[in-house]
């Protein structure tokens, strides 16, 4: 079911999350399917319907900075930051997962991914869905991402309770991914934030890299 995204439909959408619902919106980068990270039935599904391997760990968006305390533990000195100076933005962070989340989250990598969206709207979105949501992208594993909600609707005709949306997205990239658990920065998906320019900043920041 697609639905305008409004004040109405998001009060809708997130009563589904709170069932454990799916839903899709559009994120600041493209569109992406939302889930209660901590709900268990509620990932396992997500991963059932996107066919994810069981490897890859699943990205959480947060609503505010002071919420990654509720997903990553032993922040490093690098960690924070990045979050300082690249958030709200297209950056994922990935840090050590707290032991409480489920293996469904993490796939057993014990990290978690992190973002932040650029967006006011969009976080203000996931305040109201109770803080956090899954970011995986809405399209089938290895397929390009979803740009609108009727691209949502053709990868996944069943299995989402509803479709916010909220319009094309208009970016062309995915946000980067850089893993910021050990002593030096590892970039695990180049993206709207390009290597050169990470590198640059890492330096200015004085965080060391290989």
Not at 51 to 57: A, G, H, L, M
Not at 113 to 138: D, N
């Given at each position: 079911?697609?639905?305008?995204?409004?004040?109405?439909?998001?009060?809708?959408?997130?009563?589904?999350i709170q069932r454990g619902g799916l839903i899709a919106f559009r994120t600041d980068t493209f569109y992406g399917i939302g889930a209660d990270p901590l709900n268990l039935s509620a990932v396992a599904k997500l991963r059932q319907l996107k066919r994810r391997e069981e490897s890859k760990p699943i990205l959480v968006l947060i609503a505010d900075a002071r919420d990654v305390v509720r997903f990553v533990i032993n922040r490093t000195m690098s960690f924070d930051r990045c979050a300082k100076l690249f958030w709200p933005g297209p950056l994922t962070l990935v840090g050590k997962a707290r032991p409480e989340l489920p293996d469904e989250l993490t796939a057993g990598t014990g990290t978690i991914g992190v973002r932040l969206p650029t967006e006011s709207t969009v976080r203000a979105f996931i305040r109201i869905c109770g803080g956090s949501l899954t970011g995986t992208s809405a399209n089938l594993s290895a397929q390009p991402p979803a740009r609108s909600a009727q691209e949502v609707d053709s990868y996944f005709p069943m299995g989402i309770d509803l479709i916010l949306d909220g319009g094309q997205a208009v970016v062309t990239e995915p946000s980067?991914?850089?893993?910021?658990?050990?002593?030096?920065?590892?970039?695990?998906?180049?993206?709207?934030?390009?290597?050169?320019?990470?590198?640059a900043t890492l330096a200015e920041l004085g965080i060391p890299q290989s």
């Amino acid at each position: 079911m697609i639905l305008p995204d409004n004040e109405q439909t998001r009060i809708q959408a997130a009563e589904i999350i709170q069932r454990g619902g799916l839903i899709a919106f559009r994120t600041d980068t493209f569109y992406g399917i939302g889930a209660d990270p901590l709900n268990l039935s509620a990932v396992a599904k997500l991963r059932q319907l996107k066919r994810r391997e069981e490897s890859k760990p699943i990205l959480v968006l947060i609503a505010d900075a002071r919420d990654v305390v509720r997903f990553v533990i032993n922040r490093t000195m690098s960690f924070d930051r990045c979050a300082k100076l690249f958030w709200p933005g297209p950056l994922t962070l990935v840090g050590k997962a707290r032991p409480e989340l489920p293996d469904e989250l993490t796939a057993g990598t014990g990290t978690i991914g992190v973002r932040l969206p650029t967006e006011s709207t969009v976080r203000a979105f996931i305040r109201i869905c109770g803080g956090s949501l899954t970011g995986t992208s809405a399209n089938l594993s290895a397929q390009p991402p979803a740009r609108s909600a009727q691209e949502v609707d053709s990868y996944f005709p069943m299995g989402i309770d509803l479709i916010l949306d909220g319009g094309q997205a208009v970016v062309t990239e995915p946000s980067t991914v850089i893993d910021l658990c050990g002593r030096e920065p590892v970039l695990i998906r180049e993206g709207a934030i390009s290597k050169e320019q990470l590198q640059a900043t890492l330096a200015e920041l004085g965080i060391p890299q290989s």
